[in-house]
Structure formats: C-alpha cells, structure tokens
C-alpha cells in the first residue's frame, strides 16, 4: 500500500461468509490478496461497518473487529448475529470499550498503529458459527510526516 504523509487514506476490508466461511476464531481481512495492514505510525480517525448481507447463525454467534491487540478495538463490543442485518451500519461510537470513541468525553478519538501487530485488520467470529453473512468495513486514517 503507498502511503502518503498528511492525507486522508481509506482502507477497505470484506467479510463474507462465502468467501471466509463463518468458524469460531478470527479471520485475517487485512491478510487478504489486494489488501494491507495499516503503516506503523498511521493514526485511525474512524471505522465504520455496513452489513451487506444479514448474517445468520445457527446458534448465538457475534462479531467482532479490530487489530490483533485488541479484537473488539473497533467494535467497541461483540455485536450479536441478531443485529446483524441488511444495511445495518456500525461505528464503536457510544461504546467505552471501543478504540475510537472516548465516553468520559463523549466524543470520537484516533487509535495509534504504534507496532505492526496494532495495523492489522481482523474479524472474530464468537460463540457459535456464522452460516451466512458479508460485511464491508471502511478505516479512515491518516500517517503523520512524523511518525
């Protein structure tokens, strides 16, 4: 991926279940052929997710996203399969767990990607399987001439 300093970049990842399949356990989207982690040094501004297709389990499964570090990062939570429906859209916001909304302020923060491990894109699957599912996530982001 070509980066470069003081620009906002977007980066999209897919999840879908007919590609990725739906186990318990995380999935790598950033491992993805045409696809990258974020640069170490980047800053995230903002993640949103728009479920595509609803997903589906046959049990209570949830989703989750975030890096490595911190697998609900963006998520803030795991979100139930229930909610999990057509056109349904996704930001952490409201949720202190989440690395991009401070509630103490009330308000949007950024997340640092200080190490390789921290640029990475993942889902993780929870509790039961998925059996149908697709959704986009779009990472707003930024890397300071500086970092």
């Known amino acids: 991926m070509s980066v470069h300093s003081n620009v906002k970049h977007i980066q999209e990842y897919v999840y879908d279940f007919a590609v990725d399949g739906g186990a318990v356990g995380a999935i790598d989207l950033s491992a993805k052929v045409g696809k990258n982690p974020l640069p170490v040094g980047s800053v995230v501004l903002a993640v949103t997710a728009k479920v595509v297709t609803a997903f589906t389990s046959g049990g209570a ?11 609900t990062g963006y998520s803030g939570t ?11 859209m996704w930001n952490g916001q409201g949720n202190g767990a989440s690395l991009i909304f401070d509630d103490t ?11 390789a491990n921290d640029g990475d894109f993942k889902v993780t699957i929870g509790t039961a399987a998925m059996t149908a599912g697709k959704a986009v996530f779009v990472v707003e982001f930024i890397k300071p001439t500086l970092s």
Do not use: C, E
Request: aromatic letters at 4%.
């Open 105 to 115: 302020q009330d308000a949007d923060k950024a997340a640092n990607v200080a190490v």
């Open 61 to 71: 499964a949830t989703l989750a996203w975030g890096p490595t570090a911190s697998a």
């Open 78 to 88: 795991a979100v139930a399969v229930a909610s999990l429906t057509d056109n349904s």
